[in-house]
């Protein structure tokens, strides 16, 4: 017994010594390792107290580089990149692009908020010099051209485009669309695209421009209204073609200007002439001024271009939404007008504003509604907060916002299938008049509404009617071996609306109905 006693004894003792052993030892390399547990320690706290904080307002999207930010993919799948930010941070959130900080906004409220801000506060500078930019203009005329633009134009064209004016200037519209549409070759296929934008800027190009204005621009036009969401993405872009386009149009508008020049007071067309007028009060060189012409001609067509091909597009690929449509268009025309070529004759925006075209306001609206996506840049001129909610939004002077507007447009709690094109949808709308509120934008509202709002659903009902009246449309599949038609996908970049990269082919096929009349050539 002894004996165990004294084994116990002698094992205890080794494991004492071996504990001091090791306690001794590290208290001896405790001041070569002092730095990196002070370091450890700090680090420690940090990460707590910074898991404790309340987390910024808006987030702030990282980018890979502090100056670039976010540049390159917002530039090269604008909309995706958007809807993935959104899904992620909120309704709003911060982000840089290209040195610039910029507060994008995906709310009812916080767009409302914006769009009725006093234009000292947000200002559209930058997208006006964007547009200058893309158009050719000297860079030293631009804050000239957006001063000229703001306090001039933009007055005018609310004049003359507002729902009283309007009628004055669409007579014969109508008439040349329908002029237009009976000169495509019913023997093969064509372009959608072609068919429906060819004779909107031959008429509209008529209507405001006047008949000096040389309209066989319009294919320099389309070539140069392809590149657009290349030249606005501000990523390297190199088009010949293109840029061949954009400067045959340049000197043709140069032409058009000096001739206006020479026959002051003479010209047929008062709105054209006295934007003219203004840049020579201004002193507006014809570098600044032929720019500012086709600036506005991309304000009248950039949008509608696009609108009027989904609208067609999404009605091919939904049957009876487009037999629905025809049948109401083909009793509208025949009882209240007695004909198309009547109705080519007596196509005012009060008389399209009928009862009768109750769907087609609707097909029209959905359209606006599916296809709107970003509101231009609004410069912060001043320090100040937007309402969100009980929060605010702290936007601070040189920075940007920017709308994105379908978030709002495609939410299911507010529009049910809101991805999906439903043709009736806005047929409970009281009236004809445009649903303008805080769920549906697509044409501004407050302070930013769109200036030729009217005259841009006017020219969309009569293309729509004098469209479906002359054809039977049947859409070709396109590709190798394929069987089945489907619409095209939407391209990655945007400029307010959705772009495609690709066309719809269709077969015309007249109508009985329109061969009763007779167009002359």
């Not at 509604?369 to 939004?393: A, H, N, Q, Y």
């Not at 507010?414 to 439903?422: A, E, I, K, L, R």
Request: glycine share 6%; with cysteine.
């Amino acid at each position: 017994m002894t004996h165990d006693v004294a084994i116990n004894f002698s094992i205890s003792g080794s494991s004492l010594s071996g504990t001091c052993h090791t306690l001794l030892s590290m208290i001896s390399v405790i001041p070569a390792t002092a730095p990196f547990l002070v370091a450890l320690a700090l680090g420690y706290v940090i990460i707590t107290m910074m898991s404790k904080r309340v987390p910024p307002y808006p987030p702030q999207v990282p980018g890979i580089f502090p100056w670039i930010g976010s540049i390159i993919a917002f530039s090269l799948t604008r909309a995706k990149f958007l809807e993935r930010c959104r899904m992620r941070y909120g309704s709003v959130f911060k982000l840089v692009l290209g040195g610039r900080r910029v507060t994008i906004v995906a709310s009812p409220e916080i767009i409302h908020n914006v769009l009725i801000s006093d234009p000292s506060s947000l200002a559209t500078r930058t997208r006006s010099f964007e547009l200058f930019r893309v158009v050719g203009g000297n860079p030293s005329f631009s804050q000239q051209m957006h001063d000229i633009t703001i306090e001039q134009l933009f007055p005018m064209l609310d004049k003359a485009f507002s729902k009283r004016s309007l009628s004055g200037i669409t007579t014969g519209f109508t008439m040349i669309v329908l002029e237009r549409m009976n000169r495509f070759d019913a023997s093969h296929q064509v372009s959608l695209r072609r068919t429906l934008t060819e004779p909107l800027y031959f008429a509209t190009t008529a209507m405001l421009l006047g008949s000096r204005f040389p309209h066989d621009t319009y294919n320099d036009f389309l070539l140069f209204y392809k590149s657009l969401p290349s030249r606005f993405s501000r990523w390297p872009f190199w088009s010949l073609p293109s840029s061949r386009a954009r400067g045959r149009l340049l000197q043709e508008i140069t032409k058009y200007i000096e001739g206006t020049n020479a026959a002051r007071g003479n010209s047929n067309n008062k709105l054209v002439e006295n934007f003219i007028q203004v840049f020579r009060e201004f002193n507006l060189p014809i570098t600044g001024s032929a720019p500012m012409i086709l600036a506005f001609q991309l304000g009248l067509h950039m949008n509608t271009f696009n609108v009027i091909f989904w609208l067609m597009t999404w009605l091919l690929a939904d049957p009876l939404a487009l037999s629905s449509l025809r049948i109401e268009i083909d009793k509208a025309v025949r009882e209240e007008f007695g004909g198309i070529r009547e109705f080519a004759a007596r196509a005012t925006p009060e008389n399209l504003d009928s009862p009768s075209f109750t769907l087609l306001h609707s097909v029209i609206m959905e359209t606006l509604r599916l296809c709107s996506v970003l509101m231009g840049p609004r410069d912060v001129e001043r320090d100040f907060d937007l309402k969100d909610g009980d929060r605010t939004i702290p936007v601070r002077k040189g920075e940007i916002v920017i709308a994105y507007m379908q978030s709002i447009h495609r939410n299911e709690n507010t529009y049910p299938s809101g991805q999906m094109f439903v043709a009736d949808r806005f047929i409970g709308n009281k009236g004809q008049g445009i649903p303008i509120n805080t769920s549906y934008i697509p044409l501004g509202s407050g302070k930013h509404l769109c200036k030729g709002r009217a005259l841009a659903i006017y020219e969309m009902k009569v293309l729509v009617i004098t469209y479906l009246s002359l054809f039977d449309v049947t859409p070709v599949p396109q590709g190798y071996r394929s069987l089945k038609w489907e619409p095209p996908q939407s391209s990655a970049q945007c400029i307010g609306t959705i772009h495609t990269n690709t066309d719809v082919y269709v077969k015309l096929r007249p109508r009985l109905t329109s061969l009763l009349f007779d167009i002359p050539e």
